[in-house]
C-alpha cells in the first residue's frame, strides 16, 4: 500500500502544472502579485505572462482611461488642455486620493489631468469624466464602448475611480494584459508622461502639493509613467512604462501585497525586459527618402520624408540586417500639404515586416494656375517625346 500512495504521489508531481510551471511557463523568476505582464512596446510582444488575463479590481489604474479619452477628445478638437472645468458637487464628494476640489471651482483641464496623472485624484477624475461628455454615465458607457473597441475583453468599468462601490455591487474588473493594451494606446499621446512622470509639483499657484504616487518616477532611471492604485480588495497595483537605449517597456503588477513589491517587481520585469531587447535605428525624423513629381502644381517636384523616427527593436542575439522598403507614386497632384501620406516605408527582418511608416509630403505646393500648368504640360510632352 505504500508503495502504491508513492507511486500516485510521484505520478501527481510529474503530470502537476505547477511542477511543470505550465501555470506560469513564461514568468523566469518568482513574483509574488497575482497577475503580472511585461510588453515591448513597439511591436506589443508580450514578453513575460503571469496570469496576465485573470480579471482583478484594478483600483485607481482606471484612471488610465480618463486620461486616453481626455487626450482623444483633445487630439480630435473636441475640448482643449485650457479648457476651464466647473466642479459638482458629486465630483467634490469623492473619497480617496483628491485634491479637495470645493463645488464651484474652476480647473483648466490640463490641471486636472496632472491631478489625475500625479497624485491619482477621484474628484477630478469625475470631474473630467462629466465635462467630457455632459454626464458621469454617459463617460462610463464610453469607457466600456472604448475598451472593447480597444479589445480589453476581460474589462468592465463602473466608475472612473475605481474606488469599491458603495452600494457594495460589483466594481470595475480588468487584466494585466488588458491595461498593458491600455497603456499601449495611451503612449500614444506622449503629453501624459509630462504628468505622469514628474515626481514634485503643485497646482492652486503652489498652494496644493503634489507628489506622485509611483516612487519609480524617481528612483527607476527612464521610468515615467504610468498609473498606480489600491484598494483593499485589489491590493496594490501598477501600470509603469520606462525607455532606455530606445527600448520602451510596459510592466503591469496587479494584488502585489506591499507597495515595495508592487515597486520591486515591476523593476524586475523591466530590468529582465532591457536586458533582452536592443534598438537598431533605422531613419531619422525628417529625413528625406526621395522625390516625386508633383502634377498641377507650383513647384514640379517634392520631398518625401519619414515624419517621425524609426527605430527597430530587436532581440539582442538577432543579427539579421534590415531591409527597408519604400513605396511612392512617381507623380503625385497638387495641392499637397506639409504631411501629407504620399507613400509608405516598410522594415523587415527575414522577409517578415516589423514596422511600418508612412512617407509624407515635406512641403506645401499649391496647385498652379492655367499658364504655368500648360507650361508644364508642355514640358512633360517634350521630355516624353525625347525620351
Excluded at 297 to 302: S, Y
Aim: overall charge neutral.
Amino acid at each position: 500500500m505504500r508503495l502504491l500512495l508513492t507511486f500516485i504521489l510521484l505520478i501527481t508531481l510529474v503530470i502537476s502544472p505547477c511542477a511543470l510551471g505550465a501555470e506560469n511557463s513564461q514568468v523566469p523568476f518568482a513574483l509574488q502579485s497575482q497577475s503580472a505582464v511585461l510588453m515591448e512596446y513597439s511591436t506589443g510582444e508580450i514578453i513575460i505572462d503571469k496570469n496576465a488575463k485573470a480579471p482583478l479590481p484594478p483600483a485607481s489604474v482606471t484612471k488610465m482611461m480618463v486620461m486616453l479619452l481626455v487626450m482623444e477628445a483633445v487630439d480630435s478638437g473636441q475640448i482643449k488642455l485650457t479648457d476651464k472645468v466647473i466642479a459638482s458637487p458629486e465630483a467634490c464628494r469623492m473619497g480617496g486620493s483628491q485634491i479637495w476640489l470645493e463645488p464651484g471651482e474652476e480647473m483648466t483641464v490640463a490641471e486636472l489631468m496632472k491631478a489625475v496623472g500625479i497624485v491619482s485624484a477621484n474628484d477630478a477624475s469625475y470631474a473630467l469624466g462629466e465635462y467630457l461628455t455632459g454626464s458621469y454615465e454617459e463617460f462610463i458607457r464610453l469607457m466600456n464602448k472604448r475598451s472593447q473597441e480597444l479589445g480589453m475583453n476581460n474589462t468592465k468599468y463602473v466608475n472612473t475611480t475605481g474606488l469599491t462601490p458603495d452600494d457594495g455591487g460589483p466594481g470595475n474588473l480588468t487584466s494585466a494584459y488588458d491595461q498593458a493594451i491600455l497603456a499601449r494606446e495611451l503612449l500614444k499621446h506622449p503629453t501624459v508622461l509630462q504628468w505622469t512622470g514628474t515626481w514634485i509639483d503643485s497646482l492652486r499657484g503652489g498652494e496644493s502639493f503634489l507628489r506622485n504616487t509611483n516612487n519609480l518616477v524617481r528612483f527607476y532611471e527612464g521610468c515615467d509613467g504610468l498609473k498606480t492604485g489600491f484598494t483593499d480588495q485589489a491590493g496594490f497595483c501598477l501600470v509603469a512604462t520606462a525607455k532606455r537605449n530606445g527600448v520602451r517597456l510596459i510592466a503591469v503588477t496587479m494584488n502585489a501585497p506591499t507597495a515595495k513589491v508592487r515597486s520591486g517587481e515591476i523593476s524586475k520585469l523591466f530590468n529582465y525586459g532591457f536586458s533582452q531587447f536592443k534598438a537598431v535605428p533605422i531613419l531619422k525624423a525628417g529625413q528625406i527618402v526621395g522625390k516625386t513629381r508633383v502634377f498641377k502644381g507650383e513647384e514640379q517636384e517634392v520631398n518625401l520624408v519619414i515624419p517621425k523616427e524609426l527605430t527597430l527593436v530587436l532581440k539582442k542575439e538577432v543579427q539579421d540586417e534590415p531591409e527597408i522598403e519604400l513605396t511612392f507614386p512617381p507623380k503625385v497632384r497638387a495641392p499637397l500639404t506639409r504631411g501629407q501620406t504620399v507613400g509608405k516605408a516598410l522594415v523587415r527582418i527575414k522577409g517578415e515586416v516589423k514596422l511600418e511608416s508612412p512617407i509624407v509630403a515635406g512641403a506645401d505646393i499649391k496647385e498652379s494656375g492655367l499658364f504655368r500648368f500648360i507650361l508644364q504640360i508642355t514640358k512633360e510632352f517634350l521630355r516624353s517625346l525625347f525620351n
